[in-house]
C-alpha cells in the first residue's frame, strides 16, 4: 500500500505513541499485561466505529476518501490499535502453559472490541438522525 498524502505515516506513528501511554496503565494487572492492549483495541474500535458511522453514505460528516480510508482508519486507527500486540502477548501466555489466560485474552479482547465498535457506529448513527 502506498500512501498518498505523507502526513498520515506520521500521524500513524503518532497513533503508535498514544497507544503505548494508555497500554502502559493495563501492566500492574492480569493476563500479563494484555489488559492495556484489551483497552487500546477497545477504545480504537469504538473511535473507528463512530467514524466509520459519521463519514459513512448517511453519515453528517462529508471526508475526502483519501482521508477517512487512508489517513484516519488506516493511519490514526491502524497506528494506535495493534492487534500484532494482542496476537504476541496471547501466543506468549499459551506457550508458558496459560492456556486460560490465553483464551480469556482472545474471547474479553474480540467480544470488547466488537461491542465497543457496535457501540460507537451505533452512538453515531443516532446522531446522523437527530441532525436530519
Known amino acids: 500500500m502506498t500512501w498518498r498524502n505523507p502526513a498520515s505515516a506520521r500521524y500513524a506513528a503518532s497513533a503508535t505513541v498514544l497507544h503505548d501511554a494508555i497500554s502502559v496503565t493495563g501492566r500492574p494487572t492480569c493476563f500479563n499485561s494484555s489488559t492495556g492492549t484489551i483497552l487500546v483495541n477497545a ?50 501466555l499459551a506457550q508458558a502453559g496459560e492456556w486460560l489466560y490465553a483464551s480469556a485474552n482472545v474471547v474479553l479482547s474480540v467480544l470488547t472490541c466488537l461491542a465497543a465498535v457496535w457501540l460507537g457506529h451505533g452512538l453515531a448513527a443516532a446522531l446522523n438522525v437527530v441532525s436530519r
Do not use: E, H, K
Not at 47 to 71: E, S, Y
Open 43 to 92: 477504545s480504537g474500535s469504538l473511535v473507528i466505529g463512530v467514524f466509520a458511522a459519521l463519514t459513512g453514505a448517511d453519515g453528517r460528516w462529508l471526508v475526502p476518501d483519501w482521508f477517512r480510508q487512508q489517513f484516519f482508519m488506516l493511519g490514526l486507527c491502524g497506528g494506535y490499535t495493534t492487534f500484532s500486540s494482542f496476537s504476541l502477548q496471547t501466543l506468549n
